[in-house]
Structure formats: structure tokens, C-alpha cells
């Protein structure tokens, strides 16, 4: 499999991203949706702000109050023997480590541009930002599906709640339409389709249950991209491989001559994250033709295994361009990169599911 990383990476730092909030630095650039819009590559980036520090007995927690209409901070005692402060992104209960608390950052959804996909400017203000009480602990890793002349943007959704998927549509990248939560908490990763499949809409999710289950991928489908039903489980986690332990949905599914040609993450019980590709049948996407048995990418420049949360590559995203696949993807929780893939190495490198 030959990757020809961008001589440029990574693309976007958190250096090159001004925060729009008093007080606060930007931590992250990273984990962007992509579309192609009037001769530009738009990423949308997950903007991730943390209040800066200035008393180092407290752990500032950044929400959304919904009474208030603006982002305001909490501050946590480090001392708090209730409280765990392990996971640097996260506070928790203590005795139940399940139990959220809340964030240290806050992430937005921010529009970065580029004639030739490789230099980007960022745009100065938010293109979407949290608004309400399924969002009062931001919202993330968007994907963009172009149907039509409508761009269908959806992300995960963060709250007390859990982490729900919201949807909104644009034709212009300035407005938008907000058509509220599509999948309920708590469901992640999702990617739709983008053309109808005799009839209906289809979307990949990743459901995360609290009890029993693993972190697999299901397809579900729509009349109206709003209502999803008829949810069935696709394909599962594989012991002693690179997805062991998670994996979700990446970029949007493309059509090739073979097939649906989907993009995932998959993570190893050390917590690395890499890529692969799954092919879905034309006509039937619940039918899976062939699977990666290794990585397409994995982390190994030191952009990609150093920095916020490192060892990850995740992308939200990709162009294609014959059998060119543009892939942009977010390395180590910190900022973005990209690489170009062929998809037909790609296709031929997957195994056949018998």
C-alpha cells in the first residue's frame, strides 16, 4: 500500500488557530469534515479551546449554559478526593470512573479553506457552535454529505444527556438549517450515504453501550435523513488485530465499480488508532464483500504518534479525484493532516469475505 503523506503536514496546528474565546487557548485543529464547494477544499475543523490555567489548585471545566446563552467555566478542586483528574481531557467521579463530570475543553466547529488542498486559511469566527442542551459540552468530529446542492452536516453532540449526533444542512457554508438530534445517546461516528439505495438513505453509526456489546459498527436507514430506523448491526470488532478493540465510521462511503468503499478507525486494547477500508455491496450496503486485514494508514510520522492524545490517525474525510483519494485526517488528538491513497490499491489490499 503506498500513502504519500503531504510534504506540508500537518496542514493545520493549534498554533495557526486564534481562539474566539477571552482567556482561552486553542488545544486542538483536528478531526475535520470535508467537502469540495465552489472550487475550494473546506475542511471543518473540531476547534478545541481550554480555559489557560492560572490557578494550579484548580481544573477549569468549560459548558455551554443554555440560561445564560455563552460558554461560562466551572473551576474543580484538584483536591477533591470525589473527583478524577487522571484523563487530562476529562473529570470524573472517582468511585465510578463511568461517571462524567465534565470537560476541559470546549470544541466548535470552525471552516478552514484552500484552492489547492494543501494551504489552508482559517476562517476568523465559528461555523457552528454549541446552542443548546444536547451540546452544552460541545460538538465534534463532523462529517459533511453533499446531496444535491445540500451539504448534510452532522457531528456528535455533547451533554450531560450523553453524546447524541445533530444535524444541520447548508447550500452556502454562511447559513444553515438545524434539524435537531438524529441518533440519540449513545451513538457516535455516524456517515450517510451519499445517494439514496433503492429508495432510502443509509447511514453507518456506532452505538456505545454501557452494559453489553462491543464498540461495532450498524446501518441504519431514512426517508428524511431525520427519522433513522431499521438499525442493524454491520460488522464487529476482531480479536488480536489491529480494530480489537473499537471501531467506527470514518469517511463518507464511496461508490466504486466494485462496491461501497468505507474508511474506519479501528483501535488496538493499547489505544492506537489506524485506518482501514470495508466494501459494502452496491445495491445492499448490510452486505460486506471484503475487509482490511492490515492498516491502509497507521501512525507513524512523529506528528502522528506525538501530541495531544498520541499514536492516532482518525479521519472525518476525503476527496476523491479519479482513483486518487484525497484523505485529510486528524493526527493525535492535536491537529490535521492528509495523505493521497490509491483507491484501487486500496481495494485490491482488502480480503474477501467468503
Given at each position: 500500500m503506498h500513502v504519500h503523506r503531504y510534504i506540508e503536514n500537518p496542514l493545520i496546528q493549534p498554533e495557526d488557530v486564534k481562539p474566539v474565546h477571552p482567556g482561552f487557548e486553542v488545544i486542538g485543529a483536528f478531526n475535520a469534515g470535508i467537502a469540495s464547494f465552489h472550487g475550494e477544499t473546506l475542511l471543518l475543523l473540531r476547534v478545541a479551546e481550554r480555559p489557560v490555567r492560572e490557578d494550579p489548585s484548580k481544573v477549569p471545566s468549560p459548558y455551554y449554559d443554555v440560561v445564560k446563552r455563552k460558554v461560562v467555566v466551572k473551576n474543580y478542586d484538584l483536591q477533591d478526593p470525589e473527583l478524577n483528574f487522571e484523563d487530562s481531557r476529562t473529570i470524573r467521579l472517582r468511585k465510578n470512573t463511568d461517571r462524567f463530570v465534565g470537560l476541559t475543553s470546549l470544541s466548535?466547529?470552525?471552516?478552514?479553506?484552500?484552492?489547492?488542498?494543501?494551504?489552508?486559511?482559517?476562517?476568523d469566527q465559528p461555523f457552528i457552535y454549541p446552542c443548546n442542551r444536547y451540546q452544552t459540552f460541545g460538538i465534534e468530529d463532523p462529517r459533511i454529505t453533499q446531496i444535491g446542492d445540500t451539504y448534510a452536516v452532522y457531528f456528535s453532540a455533547i451533554s450531560a444527556y450523553g453524546i447524541g449526533v445533530g444535524l444541520v444542512t447548508t447550500k452556502d457554508f454562511k447559513h444553515y438549517d438545524d434539524r435537531g438530534l438524529i441518533f440519540l445517546p449513545e451513538c457516535k461516528d455516524v456517515v450517510i450515504f451519499p445517494e439514496k439505495i433503492k429508495g432510502k438513505y443509509y447511514a453507518l453509526n456506532r452505538p456505545s453501550p454501557k452494559s453489553v456489546g462491543s464498540l461495532d459498527i450498524w446501518l441504519s436507514e431514512s426517508d428524511n435523513l431525520q427519522c433513522w430506523g431499521n438499525h442493524r448491526h454491520l460488522m464487529g470488532t476482531r480479536a488480536n488485530k489491529w480494530d480489537a478493540a473499537r471501531i467506527g465510521s470514518g469517511a463518507v462511503p464511496i461508490l466504486t465499480q466494485d462496491g461501497w468503499l468505507e474508511i474506519y478507525h479501528g483501535m488496538s486494547p493499547d489505544g492506537r488508532y489506524c485506518l482501514g477500508?470495508?466494501?459494502?455491496?452496491?445495491?445492499?450496503?448490510?452486505?460486506?464483500?471484503?475487509?482490511?486485514?492490515?492498516?491502509?494508514?497507521?501512525?507513524?510520522?512523529?506528528?502522528?504518534?506525538?501530541?495531544?492524545?498520541?499514536?492516532?490517525?482518525?479521519?472525518?474525510?476525503?476527496?476523491?479525484?479519479?482513483?486518487?483519494?484525497?484523505?485529510?485526517?486528524?493526527?493525535?488528538?492535536?491537529?490535521?493532516?492528509?495523505?493521497?491513497?490509491?483507491?484501487?490499491?486500496?481495494?485490491?489490499?482488502?480480503?474477501?469475505?467468503?
Amino acid at each position: 500500500m503506498h500513502v504519500h503523506r503531504y510534504i506540508e503536514n500537518p496542514l493545520i496546528q493549534p498554533e495557526d488557530v486564534k481562539p474566539v474565546h477571552p482567556g482561552f487557548e486553542v488545544i486542538g485543529a483536528f478531526n475535520a469534515g470535508i467537502a469540495s464547494f465552489h472550487g475550494e477544499t473546506l475542511l471543518l475543523l473540531r476547534v478545541a479551546e481550554r480555559p489557560v490555567r492560572e490557578d494550579p489548585s484548580k481544573v477549569p471545566s468549560p459548558y455551554y449554559d443554555v440560561v445564560k446563552r455563552k460558554v461560562v467555566v466551572k473551576n474543580y478542586d484538584l483536591q477533591d478526593p470525589e473527583l478524577n483528574f487522571e484523563d487530562s481531557r476529562t473529570i470524573r467521579l472517582r468511585k465510578n470512573t463511568d461517571r462524567f463530570v465534565g470537560l476541559t475543553s470546549l470544541s466548535y466547529l470552525r471552516l478552514a479553506r484552500s484552492r489547492d488542498g494543501h494551504h489552508f486559511t482559517v476562517d476568523d469566527q465559528p461555523f457552528i457552535y454549541p446552542c443548546n442542551r444536547y451540546q452544552t459540552f460541545g460538538i465534534e468530529d463532523p462529517r459533511i454529505t453533499q446531496i444535491g446542492d445540500t451539504y448534510a452536516v452532522y457531528f456528535s453532540a455533547i451533554s450531560a444527556y450523553g453524546i447524541g449526533v445533530g444535524l444541520v444542512t447548508t447550500k452556502d457554508f454562511k447559513h444553515y438549517d438545524d434539524r435537531g438530534l438524529i441518533f440519540l445517546p449513545e451513538c457516535k461516528d455516524v456517515v450517510i450515504f451519499p445517494e439514496k439505495i433503492k429508495g432510502k438513505y443509509y447511514a453507518l453509526n456506532r452505538p456505545s453501550p454501557k452494559s453489553v456489546g462491543s464498540l461495532d459498527i450498524w446501518l441504519s436507514e431514512s426517508d428524511n435523513l431525520q427519522c433513522w430506523g431499521n438499525h442493524r448491526h454491520l460488522m464487529g470488532t476482531r480479536a488480536n488485530k489491529w480494530d480489537a478493540a473499537r471501531i467506527g465510521s470514518g469517511a463518507v462511503p464511496i461508490l466504486t465499480q466494485d462496491g461501497w468503499l468505507e474508511i474506519y478507525h479501528g483501535m488496538s486494547p493499547d489505544g492506537r488508532y489506524c485506518l482501514g477500508g470495508v466494501l459494502l455491496d452496491r445495491d445492499d450496503p448490510s452486505k460486506i464483500l471484503a475487509r482490511s486485514e492490515h492498516p491502509i494508514l497507521e501512525p507513524e510520522a512523529n506528528y502522528e504518534r506525538n501530541g495531544f492524545f498520541g499514536d492516532v490517525v482518525f479521519t472525518c474525510g476525503g476527496i476523491t479525484e479519479g482513483d486518487t483519494l484525497h484523505l485529510y485526517y486528524g493526527v493525535a488528538d492535536r491537529s490535521m493532516a492528509a495523505a493521497d491513497l490509491s483507491i484501487h490499491e486500496i481495494l485490491s489490499d482488502l480480503e474477501k469475505i467468503c
